[in-house]
């Protein structure tokens, strides 16, 4: 048996692919998806996996209790990693052992821990 998928641009010929059988991936969907997720659940946790290793990424808003504390000195959980810091205004920095990257009001924290 042949498996044959159509790529449309218009959602709305989707019902007319599927009538003939066909399986259909619509990049316009999948853009507006993205979109809509990236939009409402920006920091919503996310899993990557390359090859056969899973790594998890999941996000905290950054405590008062945090504010000028360097990423090297910040206490982890046993598994986790804290991989890095988004500031507010929207920049990553990646955590590199540096004593002055420091954690700063309305920052988030970007934790990762490999999935078994």
């Given amino acids: 048996m042949r498996n044959v998928v159509a790529r ?9 692919f ?13 853009a507006g998806d993205a979109m809509f997720t990236a939009l409402t ?4 946790s996310k899993e990557l996996t390359i090859g056969t290793a899973t790594v998890a990424f999941h996000v905290k808003e950054a ?3 945090w504010y000028g504390l360097s990423l090297s000195q910040f206490p982890v ?5 804290l991989f890095g810091l988004v500031h507010a205004d ?9 004593h002055d990257q420091l954690i700063g009001e309305n920052d988030r924290l970007v934790f990762s821990n490999i999935i078994d």
């Fill in 18 to 30: 599927k009538r003939f059988g066909l399986k259909t991936v619509c990049h316009t969907k999948l």
């Fill in 8 to 16: 449309i641009s218009d959602p709305a010929r989707e019902k007319v």
């Fill in 63 to 65: 405590d008062r209790s």
């Fill in 77 to 81: 959980k046993d598994g986790e990693q």
């Fill in 90 to 98: 929207g920049t990553m920095v990646l955590n590199t052992g540096r």
């Fill in 41 to 44: 659940q920006p920091w919503d």
